[in-house]
């Protein structure tokens, strides 16, 4: 005779402990699908044209999941915004640090630019739709007047700040107004190139292409290393 199967005590609490790691693993594949469809939709409509209701339509979900896993709609945007900054901040800073420690007091102003603007563009080349669907929402947030500026704080400016400290090596003669002066030209220039709006194409009549990235990376180094040039030179900087 077969002993009967035990059968769980009421009276006593269900055990608790790690979800199942295909639950986890489900779970992980829908924050995924919801940042990735947010990515998608405020690229092209911004913050103030998306809504969490379209969110979740895009994703295949409901919407009370969204807000579950990720609470009120600006959290959902710096959900998706520091995904993928943290990867173009850690591969910028490596690039740059490792190019000082090559180069030493022989670094270029060309050399250094490059380290640090050839990331972001190689992700938007290489990296698939969700990286250029996360270009067009740097470029979106560098240009809004509400929270753009903090935003971006947030996320890149330690790679920048790090940045502008090897500057001052290649370019001892420089004010630190200039220099930030010319990395905010830049900025505008890097997040308007990255965006890939096709001005480019109409303006030239298709002689040049917003799409070629490659070509972009080149000109914007040389472009930028001649601006710094220009604007930190004590005799051609303005006074």
């Known amino acids: 005779m077969t002993a009967p199967k035990a059968t769980a005590d009421p009276s006593k609490p269900a055990r608790r402990g790690r979800p199942p790691k295909t639950q986890a693993r489900a779970a992980g594949e829908t924050r995924d699908s919801i940042l990735d469809a947010a990515e998608d939709l405020f690229s092209k409509h911004g913050f103030y044209g998306v809504t969490i209701r379209e969110v979740a339509r895009e994703a295949g979900v409901d919407t009370a999941l969204v ?3 990720f609470g009120a709609k600006r959290d959902l945007f710096d959900a998706v915004f ?3 900054a943290q990867v173009w901040n850690d591969e910028r800073m490596d690039a740059i640090n490792r190019y000082a420690e090559a180069h030493g007091e022989a670094m270029t102003l060309e050399g250094l630019l490059e380290a640090f603007l050839r990331p972001p563009f190689e992700w938007s080349l290489k ?3 969700g990286w250029k669907h996360y270009s067009a929402l740097v470029a979106q947030t560098n240009a809004n007047p509400t929270f753009g500026g903090e935003t971006m704080a947030r996320y890149f400016d330690p790679a920048i700040l790090r940045l502008i400290q090897l500057l001052k090596r290649v370019l001892p003669q420089a004010r630190e107004t200039d220099l930030y002066w010319a990395w905010h030209n830049l900025s505008g220039a ?3 190139t990255l965006g890939e709006t096709g001005r480019l194409d ?11 990235l490659e070509s972009a990376c080149a000109y914007m180094v040389r472009f930028s290393a001649a601006g710094f040039r220009a604007v930190c030179d004590p005799e051609t900087r303005p006074q």
Do not use: F
């Open 67 to 69: 807000h579950y896993y």
């Open 82 to 84: 520091v995904r993928r």
């Open 127 to 129: 990296g698939g739709p």
């Open 190 to 192: 890097l997040t308007l």
């Open 202 to 212: 109409r303006l030239s009549g298709g002689l040049c292409r917003s799409g070629d």
